[in-house]
């Protein structure tokens, strides 16, 4: 008989799992059956608290909902080993994901791993080679990677007239962190979060450069960490440079001491496409691009720059409801977990060689950063 609802269980009680917590419940194909933490008290707070604004439900086989309590346990261990979870949901710190996400696939549960998934590239390939031995699927927690604004937003790339052949790619990922986040947030842990703001943050922006340029990998990156935290030399601040044998180049910037922006500028030889928040979107009931076909007009003594903006959007929601794009996540995933095929992916790359590539990426700009920012290729 298959199997309806895919049956989660949350490793590790951090921020983000609240998010994905409500993703799971407004899934429909979903429940979360249980959550682990080293303190079980922990556990059961987390539970507490979210079930306070999102209560979990279960489905029968005549779509009632049935209001159901997680199980919390106070060891990652047993939560792997219990037969009431299909699939883990990982959210402990990047040094600590090798271990549980290779434990997970030894134990048959398919994963959904926070990102950067690993402290560098080979652990990352252990993690997902472990994972393609065991049958089970691996996927790291990009949200945008499943709006519907990314299709959409490939369409008016594909303008000829208003595009044209993509050139350059700009992302800026920042927010201003207050005074107490390098005492107390792990990212300002250089054992636990050794790759600061390039794995928070710049991991979104080296996935939005591969997802524009159709998942190529570039030959060459060059980065410099521009400010560190004092503790374990945290990048606090991060500028990098990727270079794509189609003669595309791609920047970023991303940091903890900056205003808050979520900028993405892909660039053709036509026009230009923007959007300012292209991680987690604006709250609306839609999510916006606009695309940009400026011109420059000179006669004699006249000179003209014409400002010519298209608007365009999708109907999505910006967080959680069903159609938002964490929503979409879990329920792609867990749609593929209950048919078992393990391929869902974001266009048509599978979601593993995703992660691995932005991993790869990421190693290659630390190595970049060591050289004083030196170009560092890449194999194809």
């Given at each position: 008989m298959t199997k309806s609802i895919c049956r989660w269980g949350f490793l590790g009680a951090a921020q983000i799992a609240r998010k994905n917590w409500k993703a799971v419940r407004m899934s429909g194909n979903s429940v979360v059956a249980a959550v682990a933490s080293r303190d079980i008290e922990r556990a059961e707070s987390f539970i507490h608290d979210c079930s306070m604004e999102?209560?979990?439900?279960?489905?029968?086989?005549?779509?009632?909902?049935?209001?159901?309590?997680?199980?919390?346990?106070?060891?990652?261990?047993?939560?792997?080993?219990?037969?009431?979870?299909?699939?883990v949901y990982i959210a402990l710190p990047t040094a600590l994901r090798k271990k549980w996400?290779?434990?997970?696939?030894?134990?048959?549960?398919?994963?959904?791993?926070?990102?950067?998934?690993?402290?560098?590239?080979?652990?990352?390939?252990?993690?997902?080679?472990?994972?393609?031995?065991?049958?089970?699927?691996?996927?790291?927690?990009?949200?945008?990677?499943?709006?519907?604004?990314?299709?959409e937003m490939r369409h008016s790339m594909q303008d000829e007239h208003r595009f044209g052949k993509l050139r350059r790619i700009q992302t800026h990922f920042s927010f201003c962190a207050d005074d107490s986040f390098?005492?107390?947030?792990?990212?300002?842990?250089?054992?636990?979060?050794?790759?600061?703001?390039?794995?928070?943050?710049?991991?979104?922006?080296?996935?939005?450069?591969?997802?524009?340029?159709?998942?190529?990998?570039?030959?060459?990156v060059s980065g410099r960490s521009t400010a560190t935290l004092d503790e374990g030399k945290v990048p606090s601040e991060f500028q990098g440079e990727l270079r794509f044998e189609n003669d595309v180049t791609a920047g970023f910037f991303c940091s903890f001491l900056c205003a808050s922006q979520q900028n993405a500028t892909l660039t053709g030889d036509r026009g230009y496409i923007?959007?300012?928040?292209?991680?987690?979107?604006?709250?609306?009931?839609?999510?916006?691009?606009?695309?940009?076909?400026?011109?420059?007009?000179?006669?004699?003594?006249?000179?003209?720059?014409?400002?010519?903006?298209?608007?365009?959007a999708v109907k999505e929601h910006a967080s959680g409801e069903v159609d938002s794009q964490e929503v979409r996540m879990i329920r792609n995933f867990a749609t593929d977990v209950l048919q078992n095929s393990h391929h869902i992916a974001p266009g048509s790359v599978h979601a593993a060689d995703i992660a691995l590539k932005t991993q790869r990426v990421l190693d290659a700009l630390r190595r970049s950063d060591i050289e004083f920012g030196n170009w560092v290729s890449l194999d194809a």
């Open positions: 999102c209560p979990p439900v279960i489905f029968n086989s005549d779509e009632e909902a049935t209001l159901t309590r997680p199980v919390a346990l106070g060891s990652y261990e047993e939560l792997l080993q219990s037969d009431d979870v299909d699939a996400v290779i434990a997970a696939a030894e134990a048959g549960k398919h994963v959904i791993c926070e990102k950067p998934v690993a402290v560098h590239g080979d652990d990352a390939d252990e993690m997902i080679q472990a994972c393609r031995d065991a049958g089970v699927g691996f996927m790291d927690g990009v949200m945008f990677d499943h709006s519907a604004r990314l299709p390098q005492q107390s947030n792990i990212r300002a842990n250089a054992e636990l979060e050794p790759h600061g703001c390039l794995g928070d943050l710049g991991w979104y922006c080296i996935r939005m450069s591969l997802w524009a340029n159709q998942f190529q990998m570039p030959i060459a923007a959007m300012d928040d292209f991680v987690l979107p604006f709250v609306d009931a839609e999510v916006k691009w606009q695309v940009q076909t400026h011109d420059l007009q000179i006669d004699n003594c006249r000179w003209n720059f014409g400002r010519h903006s298209t608007s365009h």
